[in-house]
């Protein structure tokens, strides 16, 4: 159990075009989900937390209006790369945790994450 | 939040056990220990938890200084699957929705 989707894999996308990426629980409810950027050969680093029908919380340096996060739902969450830059190319990974079978998870799961490429 | 402490590097040979080490000298009586790993080109995955005692799942064993002060993490038999980044980290609660915070983690090599 615990798999966490994200749609999709890839996506190669010209300067200055929006891209949206797709974060699905597939068999719990997602109450909190979070949304990290991996660049190459580094860490894992959080962008934001978003908490289902609430606003998301950004991290400190994470511009809010050009990384979209919406949360409407207990199974999905969207990040939408605005206005999209060479230096936006990233690995973008979400993962996720809440409820199934009315036990609470300790611990996250993650999804298998989104390689986005600017040109 | 309390910082750990892992070596950037290790290597191991296929089905020997393999001890991978976190410090964190400056855990609180409160922060749980949390391992996860990265496959390449993956997102990251649970492996063990623990706060005080020792723990074992089917993935690993958890072993933790009586001081709380480091820890290891243990696979009993490595296998080529194993290799990965992994990373320990503190948590001040045992709730999911208690963020992350990844270090640089352990580059682990699996040697056939």
């Known amino acids: 159990g615990a798999v966490v989707s994200q749609h999709p894999s890839r996506v190669i996308c010209k300067s200055g075009t929006s891209v949206k990426i797709e974060c699905r629980s597939l068999?719990?409810?997602?109450?909190?989900m979070f949304w990290y950027r991996q660049f190459p050969k580094k860490s894992l680093m959080l962008m934001a937390t978003?908490?289902?029908?609430?606003?998301?919380?950004?991290e400190q340096g994470v511009e809010k209006d050009k990384f979209l996060i919406n949360h409407a739902s207990l199974t999905l969450s969207t990040l939408t790369v605005t206005s999209a830059h060479p230096e936006d190319s990233s690995f973008y990974i979400c993962?996720?945790?809440?409820?199934?079978?009315?036990?609470?998870?300790?611990?996250?799961?993650f999804g298998p994450g989104t390689r986005l490429t600017v040109l | 939040d309390a910082k750990t402490t892992q070596p950037n590097s290790m290597e191991s040979n296929e089905e020997e056990p393999v001890h991978l080490p976190c410090n964190h000298s400056?855990?609180?009586?409160?922060?749980?220990i949390h391992w996860y790993r990265q496959l390449p080109s993956q997102g990251p995955e649970y492996v063990i938890h623990?706060?005080?005692s020792n723990v074992n799942n089917r993935m690993a064993s958890l072993a933790i200084a009586e001081d709380r002060k480091s820890s290891t993490l243990i696979l009993h038999r490595a296998t080529l699957r194993d290799a990965a980044v992994y990373y320990c980290?503190?948590?001040?609660?045992?709730?999911?929705?208690?963020?992350?915070?990844f270090g640089t983690g352990t580059r682990l090599t699996i040697i056939p």
């Open positions: 993962s996720a945790t809440g409820l199934a079978g009315g036990r609470s998870y300790n611990e996250q799961f």
């Open positions: 400056t855990i609180s009586g409160t922060d749980y």
């Open positions: 978003s908490n289902e029908g609430s606003k998301a919380t950004y």
């Open positions: 623990g706060l005080t």
């Open positions: 068999d719990f409810q997602a109450t909190t």
């Open positions: 980290i503190l948590r001040p609660s045992n709730f999911g929705n208690e963020k992350l915070t």
